[in-house]
């Protein structure tokens, strides 16, 4: 864990139920600004980043293969793996 992707992963948690500026909470600022948007302190592909880790830590705790866990729907994944207390 960095403390980049601690920020980003926060970051995407908080605003997690805003369609707005999707681009950067997925692909960062720089391809954000490219595209229009705005920044918003997202590192590139921060979304990508947390993502990754959100469902590594599913899979450790639900004890799923990756297969087993594509048909989870994600606030199932997401009420197993994110405190109550972020966002």
């Known amino acids: 864990a960095t403390p980049e992707v601690d920020e980003a992963e926060h970051k995407i948690l908080v605003a997690r139920d805003t369609t707005q500026n999707a681009t950067a909470y997925v692909l ?4 954000a600004l490219k595209m229009g948007g705005s920044a918003i302190g997202m590192p590139h592909m921060g979304g990508y980043a947390v993502g990754r ?3 590594e830590r ?7 293969s990756a297969a087993e866990a594509t048909t989870v729907p994600y606030d199932e994944i997401l009420a197993a793996v994110v405190p109550q207390s972020a966002g």
């Open 53 to 55: 880790r959100l469902v």
């Open 58 to 64: 599913y899979l450790k705790a639900a004890r799923k």
């Open 28 to 31: 960062g600022d720089a391809t």
